[in-house]
């Protein structure tokens, strides 16, 4: 059974960084895409960042470009998301995500794998 398990959510005030991290285990991720969505109170779920197995492919959402950073280390099955300059507008839950497809972490879709959250909180 794939498990995908995040770590490094908090709080924080704006203008400070956070770090996630998720661990992947108990499934080979070969060719496997990997990234973050978040959900924030009342709405719905949305992609942040994503980064190809190679890591020669990466994208972020518009809305963090330029202050989140997507990176991974296939050796140890983990992704991780850097996050400077929060505002309080990123306070969400965020997601780790895995899938095969570019085109289901970017536009949409039913994406394989997920964790179960990690609750990151900005306050002014």
């Known amino acids: 059974q794939v498990q995908l398990v995040e770590s490094g959510g908090g709080s924080v005030q704006a203008g400070g960084s956070l770090r996630l991290s998720c661990a992947a285990s108990g499934g080979t991720f070969t060719a496997d895409c990997m990234g973050w969505f978040r959900q924030a109170p009342g709405k719905e779920r949305e992609f942040v960042a994503v980064i190809n197995w190679g890591g020669s492919r990466q994208s972020v959402a518009d809305s963090v470009k330029g202050r989140f950073t997507i990176s991974r280390d296939n050796a140890k099955n983990t992704v991780h998301l850097q996050m400077n300059s929060l505002k309080p507008e990123d306070t969400a839950v965020y997601y780790c995500?895995?899938?095969?497809?570019?085109?289901?972490?970017?536009?949409?879709?039913?994406?394989?794998?997920w964790g179960k959250g990690t609750l990151v909180t900005v306050s002014s």
């Open positions: 995500a895995a899938d095969p497809s570019w085109g289901t972490m970017t536009l949409g879709g039913r994406v394989d794998y």
